[in-house]
């Protein structure tokens, strides 16, 4: 066994660039065989929204998505794993949150992705508030049940 | 003891501050206790907590359920249903 992965979190304003995470996982290596990114981005909703304003509980949102981020590696065989989520005000088109998992094979990178963001849907502490463009008071997002049903799959142990 | 208690989203927004040190009596042993208490204290805690069973609860910045034991608490969070991601 090689030593155990320690996940790469941040919790920042500023946007990133998706090419240099890759890079940052996957330079100099040659033991990784895939790669798998997710990105999140503010949608204008046809044109209603001007922005998202994700609040977040500092401290906590960093503990929570390393602990998610922590048992994805114990799940599955991971080369490298960054998670980045943003907070404050977004706008359509930018960037949200970004998940780079890597391995030695696709499966492990595509499942890992998948269930860090099933897990930081339900898990991790932020919460949407909408801009709305007309300037009326745009409300909090609810919480979708679809997404704590995702959640809840992973709850059964991986297949061998 | 003191506890400090944080809000956020509708939660912070309802009850009328980000957060609050307070001194909670003995009798509150649970999260449960906790928010049942906290809708005496005003108008906006009541708005914020009528249905106590979507606030979800972090103490000392983990996850707990209404169950839990609130005994040594430096940090109890209140807060919606997260929507990040």
């Known amino acids: 066994m090689s030593a155990v992965l320690v996940p790469t979190v941040r919790i920042q304003r500023q946007d990133f660039d998706v090419a240099a995470e890759i890079a940052g996982l996957t330079q100099g290596r040659a033991d990784i065989g895939a790669v798998v990114t997710f990105s999140g981005m503010c949608r204008d909703e046809q044109g209603a929204l001007s922005a998202l304003e994700l609040e977040h509980y500092p401290g906590m949102a960093e503990a929570e998505i390393e602990r998610i981020a ?42 890992a992705a998948d269930f860090l963001m099933d897990y930081l849907k339900s898990r991790a502490p932020f919460w949407k508030k909408e801009h709305r463009a ?8 609810e919480a979708k049940e679809t997404d704590a049903e995702a959640a809840r799959r992973w709850k059964q142990p991986p297949s061998e | ?49 009528q249905y106590p069973d979507v606030i979800r609860v972090a103490i000392n910045q983990e996850h707990v359920d209404h169950r839990e034991k609130i005994s040594g608490a430096r940090e109890i969070a209140l807060f919606p249903p997260m929507t990040g991601g």
């Open chain 1, 70 to 111: 922590t048992e994805a590696t114990e799940r599955w065989q991971l080369q490298g794993l960054t998670v980045i989520h943003r907070h404050g005000k977004i706008a359509p088109g930018e960037n949200i949150v970004l998940v780079v998992a890597a391995s030695a094979h696709r499966q492990a990178a595509f499942e």
């Open chain 1, 134 to 141: 007309d300037g009326s008071e745009g409300g909090w997002v």
């Open chain 2, 1 to 49: 003891m003191t506890t400090r208690l944080i809000y956020f989203a509708w939660v912070r927004e309802r009850i009328g501050m980000p957060e609050e040190d307070v001194e909670l009596p003995a009798a509150i042993e649970t999260v449960a206790d906790l928010l049942h208490w906290l809708q005496s204290r005003g108008e906006g805690y009541q708005h914020a907590l």
